[in-house]
């Protein structure tokens, strides 16, 4: 590579970062008090006047060494299109939630691995997240794009404010530079359809938002009754008590995704974002024809989406293997992916999606690349794993207090590991410390008490991990890229293999 001026003045120049135009020169360098931003231009021109910091004269021209904050990250993606976040639309894609903000190059080593085969999703948080480690939508958008923007990724990421679930939680994803969505209804998912009485679930049809679903009981009766939707392999038919539940299950959902897909257009512009709509943190699994339903009904309601996740068969639960009959599983997503190419066609989502192993081979072939891989924590499992390598003693602090706050912080996910089963911190020694992160239930441990590590505040008032842990990352680029290589591989590998003719 040729000599930037950059590194002709004595900066220390992260390689890939470099960016070469007439009138700049732009890179991410590193000085003793981290990392800064580094534009190099003639200072006359006005759209270098966004970027602060510290400036110097260079001939004719002005350096400015700046912080990595919002206002630079505005100011670069005005510069650099690339940075600017993508439509990914109907690639097959995936998902890389990133709650500590500094797993972007991991991930890009390892979507670069797949030769262009997927497209990578790299500012993903749901509400949930940015409320328990205290960032913003902004921050999530931002730190992506430093990621991007220090490996030299051109070839555009999407983003995913995930699991939105009122018109607030969309309007703070926008302003904070979001273009791509999932609508999370779950709310409004009554699963207690699947066993209720007949009379119940009457009552509850009869009591559905017919205005906003532009619908009336007759005409719902006359677009699904007596006929069948061909899929492919099968025609997918509902008698009167399977519309009812259906639509008793899942009315209010198509409702109140629609408002927010309302919202959206009214704020943004049809055609500027992407939706995605999951139900998959729901009791019941979504049954065929209930997808027929959701799907047909978004669909007659004029909702544009490029993702659906049910909620399929068996446990996805967070940080370990698929849990569930595999067979059975796969029952169920070949007609769900034939559902999803026959009504759309739009891409099948499998949230929780990390550590699946099992299921990738059978997801990738039965979807044919109409897929999303939605994967959130896994990535901060591996900066656990990064700090276990590197400093066990603070790994050994971190998980005595997971383990403490585990029954509390469990609440709202999918697990069933139990503290009585995972390795005692004491029983760990050095060597051994990046082992707790391939055991069962530490892992589940460590997964769902991320905010409280990440809040956890001393007696004086400062923090009691978070500055600790995000220096061993700072400290360990490449051991914690490392280590998202190599795992991601392993998720991506079944995809595009899959691809291959
Ligand atoms: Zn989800």
């Known amino acids: 590579m040729a000599m930037s001026t950059l590194s002709s003045l004595g900066l220390d120049v992260v390689p890939a970062s470099i960016v070469t135009d007439p009138c700049a020169e732009f890179g991410l360098v590193h000085v003793a008090a981290g990392a800064r931003l580094a534009v190099l231009a003639d200072p006359r021109s006005a759209g270098f006047a966004g970027f602060e910091g510290e400036s110097s004269q260079h001939g004719n021209r002005v350096l400015v060494l700046g912080p990595l904050n919002g206002r630079n990250a505005a100011a670069l993606r005005a510069q650099l299109p690339w940075l600017r ?36 999703v790299f500012a993903q948080q749901s509400m949930r997240e940015m409320g328990r480690t205290g960032r913003t939508p902004a921050d999530v958008v931002d730190d992506a794009m430093w990621g991007v923007f220090g490996e030299g990724w051109r070839d555009g990421f999407g983003t995913d404010g995930d699991h939105l679930k009122t018109t607030d939680d ?30 119940a679930v009457r009552a509850a049809v009869a ?23 061909d899929v492919g392999s099968q025609a997918i038919r509902f008698d009167e008590a399977q519309l009812a539940r259906a639509a008793a299950k899942y009315g209010r959902a198509v409702a109140h995704v629609v408002r927010l897909y309302c919202h959206l257009v009214g704020t943004v512009g049809a055609g500027t974002f992407e939706l995605e709509v999951s139900v998959d943190e729901t009791d019941s699994p979504t049954s065929h024809a209930e997808h027929v339903y959701v799907a047909s009904e978004l669909k007659r309601l004029g909702v544009s989406f490029v ?94 207090l997971c383990r403490g706050r585990y029954e509390t912080d469990r609440a709202s996910y999918q697990v069933s590991a139990t503290v009585a089963s995972a390795p005692r911190p004491d029983e760990i020694p050095d060597d051994k410390a990046v082992s707790v992160l391939d055991q069962f239930d530490a892992r589940q441990i460590l997964h769902v008490t991320f905010g409280s590590v990440l809040t956890e505040h001393s007696a004086d008032g400062s923090r009691r991990f978070y500055d600790r842990f995000m220096a061993v990352l700072d400290a360990h680029p490449d051991v914690y890229a490392g280590y998202l290589e190599s795992h991601f591989g392993r998720h991506l590998a079944p995809f595009v293999s899959a691809l291959e003719p």
């Open 170 to 199: 969309m309007d703070r994803c926008v302003a904070g530079g979001f273009i791509g969505f999932t609508v999370d209804p779950g709310e409004h998912v009554w699963s207690g359809a699947d066993s209720a009485l007949p009379a």
């Open 207 to 229: 009591q559905l938002p017919w205005d906003l679903l532009e619908d009336r009981e007759p005409a719902l009766k006359s677009r699904f009754l007596g006929r069948g939707f």
């Open 307 to 400: 993702g659906l996740a049910p909620r399929y068969v068996g446990r996805f639960e967070k940080g370990v293997d698929y849990i569930g009959d595999l067979k059975a599983f796969e029952q169920d997503i070949a007609v769900h992916a034939e559902i999803a190419r026959a009504l759309g066609p739009y891409k099948l989502s499998l949230h929780s999606g990390s550590d699946k192993f099992a299921i990738y081979p059978i997801v990738a072939t039965h979807c044919r690349g109409l897929v999303h891989l939605k994967t959130a924590g896994t990535s901060y499992l591996e900066a656990l794993r990064t700090v276990a390598a590197v400093a066990p003693g603070l790994f050994r602090e971190i998980y005595d």
């Open 85 to 120: 976040p993508a439509l990914i639309g109907l690639r097959t894609s995936a998902g890389f939630g990133d709650r500590l903000g500094r797993a972007t190059p991991g991930h890009i080593r390892a979507i670069r691995a797949t030769g262009g085969a997927v497209a990578p």
